[in-house]
């Protein structure tokens, strides 16, 4: 589904990204962990031409990447839903779903803000509130509703768990694990928060100053305990 190679990534003369290299499969769950500032958010940027200039190689569902612009990379099913949640604060969470209708790539019928909240079942009590009076955890539901108003073939999560309650973390992943599933999504999630991403994910690829420095299944995480403590740990 999506496979990348020899990525670099730049801000102007900063050099962010060396070599970055990893394929997803189609329906397959992958987090991205690593420190602050490792380039997680680059990474993701970089995989949707936005924001960082890149060169390497990417493919996406048959598609060589080189060249497509943002919007192309979004028609051919890829959604990231970024770090900032950018939701429309004057308006109801059903309507910020509406809103993301147009995302939807011509020849799919987008889904209707029901239908996502009775994928995302957090969303369902708060449809008709105004998203300005939302907590930031409820905000971060409604930006990963609205990824999903595009029917993406390949959802990109920017550390969706970031300051939100312990108990809704744990809602949040099993959720996002069953909408995966169901609709046979592709996952890539940056996080910060382990248990969150291994509650959601098959596997893992630990990234430190813009290189992979592992990738595997999460048994294979838990076999070397050093990873965490080298590459992870504040
Ligand atoms: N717009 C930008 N211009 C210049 N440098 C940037 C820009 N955005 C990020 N950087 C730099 O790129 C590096 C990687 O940043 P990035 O945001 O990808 O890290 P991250 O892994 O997402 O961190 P965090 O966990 O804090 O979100 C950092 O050194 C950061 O300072
Ligand atoms: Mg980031």
């Not at 890539?188 to 509650?199: C, G, K, S, Y």
Request: aromatic content about 4%; overall charge negative.
């Amino acid at each position: 589904m999506l496979e990348v190679r020899d990525l670099d990534a730049f801000y102007g003369d900063s050099h962010i990204l060396h070599r970055v290299s990893f394929d997803i499969g189609a329906g397959e769950g992958v987090a991205l962990l690593g420190r602050n500032g490792a380039g997680k958010s680059t990474l993701l940027k970089a995989l949707m031409d936005a924001g960082p200039r890149a060169t390497g190689r990417m493919r996406f569902d048959g598609h060589d990447l080189a060249g497509a612009p943002t919007h192309r990379r979004a028609r051919l099913g890829m959604t990231l839903v970024p770090e900032d949640r950018r939701i429309f604060p004057h308006v109801s969470v059903a309507e910020n779903l509406e809103l993301a209708r147009h995302a939807c790539p011509s020849g799919l019928t987008p889904p209707t803000p029901a239908e996502i909240a009775a994928q995302f079942t957090l969303l369902q009590p708060i449809l008709d509130r105004r998203a300005d009076r939302l907590s930031g955890g409820q905000q971060q539901m409604v930006a990963v509703g609205r990824g999903l108003m595009a029917r993406p073939k390949l959802l990109m999560l920017d550390e969706p768990a970031e300051g939100l309650a312990p108990v809704i973390v744990e809602d949040m992943a099993r959720e996002i694990a069953v909408v995966r599933r169901r609709e046979k999504l592709s996952l890539l999630v940056t996080e910060q928060n382990i248990d969150f991403a291994r509650a959601c994910t098959d596997r893992l690829l630990v990234i430190d100053s813009g290189a992979m420095v592992f990738s595997g299944d999460w048994a294979a995480f838990d076999a070397a305990p050093d990873l965490e403590a080298r590459f992870l740990a504040v």
